[in-house]
C-alpha cells in the first residue's frame, strides 16, 4: 500500500486514539504486523503546543516505522502551521481528524462536527496539504448523523484538494461507538476515488477483516478498539491476508510476556504516572479472566509502578497453570 511516496509494507493501520495510541502502544501495533501506527490526536492550538500531554503525543524518540501524526482542530491557518510543527518534529505523513466523536472536540466545530460543514472541511484539507511537502491523509465518519451521511462527498472534497490516503469509519457521528459499523457507503466511495482507502469500524478478527474488505474493496483495513488488549491481532490479519491461514494463538506465555513488556514500557514512558495509564489496558488484557476480575480492585489501589508489575507478573503466573494458550476472544 503507496501513501504518497511512502511505501508500507503491510494494508493494516492502527487507528489513532486519543489516550491510547502513544508511543508504546504504537511500537507494539508495529511489531505485530501493522504497517502504519498514527500517534494519538495532536492539538493545532498554538498556545497548548509546549503542555506535557502535546510534548508527550509528540514524541516519537527511538521510535521506528513510518511517523505520522494526527492533528485536530477547526481553523485553516492554524492547522496548516500545526502540520509544518510536526514535519519540522520529523512527521512523514500528516492525518487529518475529522472522525473523533467527542463531545469536547464536537463542541468547539472541530473533529467530525466538521462534517456539518463542507466548505470548511475543503478549507482545512487545502490549506494543510498546500503547507507541506509530506503526504496528507484524512480520517472521517460516514457523517454527522442518519440523515447527513455525506462521507461521499466528503472524499471527492478530499481528493480534489490532494488527500493522499482516506480512512472511514463505519458509523456517523451521532452513532459515536453504538450499534454497529456499517460499510455500504464506504464501498460507495471506493468506486469514486482513486486514493487508497482504509476501511475501519469493529475489525475485531482476521475473518472480519477479509469479510470487509470483500465487501468494500477497501484497500486497507484500519483497526482501533479491536486491538485493545490483543495487539497481536495485526499478525492474525497480515497472516490471513498473506497466506489465507490463520495462525494458531499464541502460547500463554508469549502473550504474557508481552503484556509485561508493555506495562514496562508503560512506566518507562510516563514514569509513575504510568501507574493510571496502565490500568486501561490491563483491563483490556486482563478482563476476560476471571481471577483478574476478583482482584481488580486492589490492582487498581496500586500506586507504583514497581508494586504494579508485580502483582500483574503474579496473577499472569497463576494463570499459566490454567492455559496454554491465550484465548481468542469471542468474535
Not at 516519537?60 to 501524526?69: D, L, Q
Not at 478530499?158 to 457521528?173: E, N, P, T
Not at 490463520?246 to 504516572?273: C, K, R, S
Not at 500506586?303 to 494458550?325: G, I, P, R
Request: charged content about 20%.
Amino acid at each position: 500500500m503507496r501513501i504518497g511516496s511512502i511505501e508500507l509494507n503491510a494494508p493494516l493501520a492502527l487507528a489513532p486514539m486519543a489516550g491510547i495510541t502513544d508511543k508504546p502502544f504504537r511500537m507494539l501495533a508495529r511489531r505485530f504486523g501493522a504497517g502504519l501506527a498514527s500517534s494519538e490526536m495532536t492539538t493545532s492550538d498554538p498556545s497548548l503546543q509546549n503542555t506535557r500531554k502535546t510534548l508527550q503525543r509528540a514524541n516519537h524518540e527511538g521510535e521506528t516505522g513510518i511517523r505520522s501524526v494526527q492533528i485536530v482542530g477547526n481553523i485553516p491557518e492554524v492547522m496548516a502551521e500545526a502540520a509544518q510543527l510536526n514535519v519540522a518534529r520529523g512527521a512523514q505523513i500528516i492525518d487529518i481528524n475529522m472522525g473523533c466523536p467527542a463531545k469536547k472536540v464536537c463542541n468547539v466545530l472541530a473533529g467530525s462536527a466538521l462534517l456539518k460543514d463542507e466548505g470548511l472541511v475543503k478549507a482545512i484539507l487545502q490549506a494543510v496539504v498546500q503547507s507541506v511537502d509530506v503526504p496528507v491523509t484524512l480520517k472521517t465518519r460516514l457523517g454527522w448523523d442518519d440523515e447527513h451521511l455525506n462521507v461521499p462527498k466528503v472524499a471527492s472534497i478530499a481528493m480534489d484538494a490532494g488527500i493522499q490516503a482516506l480512512a472511514i469509519h463505519g458509523r456517523s457521528r451521532t452513532q459515536m461507538y453504538t450499534g454497529h459499523a456499517r460499510y455500504e457507503l464506504i464501498a460507495e466511495v471506493k468506486k469514486q476515488i482513486d486514493i487508497p482507502l482504509w476501511v475501519n469500524g469493529d475489525i475485531t478478527s482476521a475473518a472480519k477483516a477479509v469479510q470487509v474488505l470483500e465487501q468494500t474493496g477497501a484497500d486497507g483495513v484500519m483497526i482501533g478498539r479491536g486491538a485493545q488488549g490483543q495487539p497481536w491481532l495485526f499478525r492474525d490479519v497480515k497472516a490471513v491476508l498473506q497466506t489465507g491461514v490463520l495462525p494458531e494463538a499464541l502460547l500463554f506465555q508469549d502473550a504474557a510476556n508481552v503484556v509485561l513488556e508493555h506495562l514496562t514500557a508503560i512506566h518507562g514512558f510516563y514514569g509513575e504516572h504510568g501507574v493510571k495509564i496502565a490500568r486501561k489496558h490491563l483491563l483490556w488484557y486482563l478482563g476476560g479472566f476471571e481471577c483478574y476480575q476478583g482482584q481488580r480492585s486492589e490492582l487498581n489501589q496500586v500506586a507504583q509502578t514497581s508494586l504494579q508489575y508485580e502483582k500483574v507478573a503474579e496473577l499472569l503466573h497463576q494463570l499459566s497453570f490454567q492455559h496454554d494458550t491465550w484465548p481468542r476472544r469471542e468474535q
